[in-house]
C-alpha cells in the first residue's frame, strides 16, 4: 500500500466492540456495536496473512480480490457472508501456499470486519486539475486566494495545501459556514454545493499550489464519541437515528448514505436550512474542531453498515435450504458435526457465531467434500437471518418453525448479493 494512502486509513480504521445481544442492528444494541479503537483491524490484517492474497488499492496480494476496491461496500453481516462464501477458495490458497489457516477470537474478528467495511470509507486522491475548475466554477476564486491567484474578502487558502485530510477542510468549511453565506451574498455569489469527489478535488487543487512538502494528518475518527457528540451537540434533537431521536429532520441511520466526504458534503449542503431550524429552536450552531468532525462523520458513516435486525423464521428456512442439518443434525442422531443447539449455546453474540464458523471453516469445507455437499452460499440478509435463527433458542431441525415470515421490502436499495 502506498505510504500517504496507508497513512490515511490506519487514521480512519476502527475496531469494533461487539457485545450486542441477539437483536444485531436493533437501536438499544447500537451503541455496543459501534467502532471505538483505531488500527486493531489494520493491524490484524497484516499480521494474520490476509495481505499476501488480498491487495488493498493495489498493494499486497493478488490471488484474492483487491478489497480496497469497494467490493466491501455493504452491511457488516453481509461481509461475513462474502467471507464464509469464498472459504473454499480460500483454503485452496492456504493449501497451495502452505499457510497455516488463521483463527480469531471473537473482539479480533469485530477488528478485522471493522478494517474491510471502513475501507470503502476512503475516497480515492483527488483531482487536481477537477479540482481547479470547480474552484472557479462554484465561485470560490471571488473571495479566496489559491496559489497568490483570487479574491481577497476571505482566508487565503493555501494554507490548507499542507493538509492531507479533507476532513481540515471540512471542518473550517462548517465553523465558517454561516459567515461564508453572509459574504456569498453581499458578493452576489450562488451558494455552492458539493457531491461525490469535490471536496477531495478542490483538496488537491490546493495542495498542488502549495509550496512545501508538510504533511499533516487528520486525528482518527472514533464513532464510539461521535454519537456523544450527536447528543452533546444536540443534533438528536432534530435528527433520529433508527427512530430514536428528534423529527424535525431525516433519520439519518436511512438518509446518510456514501463515503466520509460524501457525508461531509451533505453537511455544508444542508447548513443554511440546518441554521435556520436551530434558530428557531433556540439552539445556537455547533463549533467543531477537526478530532470532533472526524469522530462525528465517522459516526454518521458507520451507520449504513448495520443490519437490519434478522428473522428467526427466515432464519430457519436458510437452515433448511442450505442442509445444514445434513452435518448439523439434532441432538440424538449422528453427526458428522456438533449439533448446532449445543454450540450455540455457548454463543451469545452474531461475532461469536461467525468467528466459530471462520475458525472451524477450513474442517467444514473438508467434511462437505467427504460427505458431497455442496458448500452452501450465503445471499442478501440470509446471514443475518441465520444468525437469528442460532441465538434464538435453535434445537436443530426439529424445532424449525414450519413457514418463514415474508422479508419486507428494504427501506434502501439492497446490497449485492455476497459471491
Same mark, same amino acid.
Given at each position: 500500500?502506498?505510504?500517504?494512502?496507508?497513512?490515511?486509513?490506519?487514521?480512519?480504521?476502527?475496531?469494533?466492540?461487539?457485545?450486542?445481544?441477539?437483536?444485531?442492528?436493533?437501536?438499544?444494541?447500537?451503541?455496543?456495536?459501534?467502532?471505538?479503537?483505531?488500527?486493531?483491524?489494520?493491524?490484524?490484517?497484516?499480521?494474520?496473512?490476509?495481505?499476501?492474497?488480498?491487495?488493498?488499492?493495489?498493494?499486497?496480494?493478488?490471488?484474492?480480490?483487491?478489497?480496497?476496491?469497494?467490493?466491501?461496500?455493504?452491511?457488516?453481516?453481509?461481509?461475513?457472508?462474502?467471507?464464509?462464501?469464498?472459504?473454499?477458495?480460500?483454503?485452496?490458497?492456504?493449501?497451495?501456499?502452505?499457510?497455516?489457516?488463521?483463527?480469531?477470537?471473537?473482539?479480533?474478528?469485530?477488528?478485522?470486519?471493522?478494517?474491510?467495511?471502513?475501507?470503502?470509507?476512503?475516497?480515492?486522491?483527488?483531482?487536481?486539475?477537477?479540482?481547479?475548475?470547480?474552484?472557479?466554477?462554484?465561485?470560490? %476564486?471571488?473571495?479566496? =486566494?489559491?496559489?497568490?491567484? #483570487? /479574491?481577497?474578502?476571505? $482566508? *487565503? !487558502?493555501?494554507? &490548507?495545501? +499542507?493538509? @492531507?485530510?479533507?476532513?481540515?477542510?471540512?471542518?473550517?468549511?462548517?465553523?465558517?459556514?454561516?459567515?461564508?453565506?453572509?459574504?456569498?451574498? %453581499?458578493?452576489?455569489? =450562488?451558494?455552492?454545493?458539493? #457531491? /461525490?469527489?469535490?471536496? $477531495? *478535488? !478542490?483538496?488537491? &487543487?490546493? +495542495?498542488? @499550489?502549495?509550496?512545501?512538502?508538510?504533511?499533516?494528518?487528520?486525528?482518527?475518527?472514533?464513532?464510539?464519541?461521535?454519537?456523544?457528540?450527536?447528543?452533546?451537540?444536540?443534533?438528536?434533537?432534530?435528527?433520529?437515528?433508527?427512530?430514536?431521536?428528534?423529527?424535525?429532520?431525516?433519520?439519518?441511520?436511512?438518509?446518510?448514505?456514501?463515503?466520509?466526504?460524501?457525508?461531509?458534503?451533505?453537511?455544508?449542503?444542508?447548513?443554511?436550512?440546518?441554521?435556520?431550524?436551530?434558530?428557531?429552536?433556540?439552539?445556537?450552531?455547533?463549533?467543531?474542531?477537526?478530532?470532533?468532525?472526524?469522530?462525528?462523520?465517522?459516526?454518521?458513516?458507520?451507520?449504513?453498515?448495520?443490519?437490519?435486525?434478522?428473522?428467526?423464521?427466515?432464519?430457519?428456512?436458510?437452515?433448511?435450504?442450505?442442509?445444514?442439518?445434513?452435518?448439523?443434525?439434532?441432538?440424538?442422531?449422528?453427526?458428522?458435526?456438533?449439533?448446532?443447539?449445543?454450540?450455540?449455546?455457548?454463543?451469545?453474540?452474531?461475532?461469536?457465531?461467525?468467528?466459530?464458523?471462520?475458525?472451524?471453516?477450513?474442517?467444514?469445507?473438508?467434511?462437505?467434500?467427504?460427505?458431497?455437499?455442496?458448500?452452501?452460499?450465503?445471499?442478501?440478509?440470509?446471514?443475518?437471518?441465520?444468525?437469528?435463527?442460532?441465538?434464538?433458542?435453535?434445537?436443530?431441525?426439529?424445532?424449525?418453525?414450519?413457514?418463514?415470515?415474508?422479508?419486507?421490502?428494504?427501506?434502501?436499495?439492497?446490497?449485492?448479493?455476497?459471491?
Amino acid at each position: 500500500m502506498r505510504p500517504g494512502l496507508l497513512a490515511a486509513a490506519l487514521g480512519l480504521l476502527a475496531a469494533t466492540a461487539f457485545d450486542a445481544g441477539p437483536a444485531l442492528g436493533g437501536h438499544d444494541g447500537l451503541s455496543l456495536l459501534l467502532p471505538g479503537s483505531p488500527l486493531e483491524g489494520s493491524r490484524l490484517f497484516a499480521s494474520k496473512g490476509c495481505l499476501g492474497c488480498h491487495g488493498v488499492h493495489g498493494a499486497g496480494g493478488t490471488a484474492g480480490p483487491d478489497l480496497g476496491r469497494g467490493i466491501l461496500k455493504r452491511p457488516l453481516l453481509e461481509i461475513a457472508a462474502v467471507m464464509w462464501n469464498h472459504t473454499p477458495g480460500m483454503e485452496h490458497q492456504f493449501q497451495e501456499k502452505r499457510l497455516t489457516r488463521p483463527t480469531f477470537e471473537p473482539p479480533q474478528m469485530a477488528s478485522l470486519l471493522a478494517f474491510l467495511y471502513y475501507l470503502g470509507s476512503l475516497d480515492p486522491p483527488g483531482d487536481a486539475d477537477r479540482g481547479g475548475l470547480l474552484f472557479r466554477q462554484k465561485g470560490c %476564486q471571488t473571495c479566496h =486566494t489559491v496559489g497568490g491567484r #483570487g /479574491g481577497s474578502v476571505g $482566508p *487565503d !487558502l493555501t494554507s &490548507y495545501s +499542507r493538509y @492531507a485530510s479533507p476532513l481540515f477542510l471540512t471542518t473550517g468549511l462548517w465553523n465558517r459556514g454561516r459567515a461564508m453565506a453572509r459574504a456569498m451574498e %453581499q458578493q452576489k455569489v =450562488t451558494r455552492a454545493t458539493f #457531491g /461525490g469527489t469535490d471536496i $477531495p *478535488d !478542490l483538496l488537491a &487543487y490546493i +495542495r498542488s @499550489a502549495g509550496a512545501g512538502t508538510e504533511r499533516v494528518y487528520a486525528p482518527p475518527g472514533n464513532p464510539k464519541r461521535g454519537e456523544a457528540l450527536f447528543t452533546r451537540k444536540r443534533c438528536a434533537e432534530c435528527h433520529a437515528v433508527r427512530g430514536h431521536g428528534g423529527t424535525l429532520g431525516p433519520d439519518l441511520a436511512t438518509e446518510i448514505k456514501g463515503s466520509l466526504m460524501q457525508i461531509a458534503g451533505a453537511m455544508w449542503n444542508h447548513g443554511p436550512r440546518m441554521w435556520a431550524k436551530m434558530a428557531e429552536r433556540g439552539i445556537e450552531v455547533p463549533a467543531l474542531d477537526t478530532q470532533e468532525m472526524s469522530d462525528l462523520i465517522g459516526y454518521l458513516y458507520f451507520l449504513q453498515f448495520i443490519d437490519p435486525p434478522g428473522d428467526a423464521r427466515r432464519g430457519a428456512a436458510v437452515y433448511r435450504e442450505k442442509r445444514c442439518g445434513r452435518c448439523h443434525g439434532a441432538v440424538d442422531t449422528k453427526l458428522v458435526a456438533p449439533a448446532l443447539a449445543r454450540v450455540v449455546e455457548n454463543l451469545k453474540t452474531p461475532l461469536a457465531v461467525i468467528t466459530a464458523m471462520w475458525n472451524h471453516a477450513g474442517q467444514m469445507t473438508e467434511t462437505t467434500v467427504e460427505e458431497n455437499v455442496a458448500w452452501p452460499i450465503l445471499k442478501g440478509g440470509e446471514m443475518a437471518d441465520l444468525m437469528a435463527y442460532l441465538l434464538g433458542g435453535a434445537r436443530g431441525p426439529a424445532s424449525t418453525p414450519a413457514a418463514p415470515a415474508p422479508r419486507p421490502a428494504p427501506a434502501r436499495k439492497a446490497p449485492a448479493p455476497a459471491k
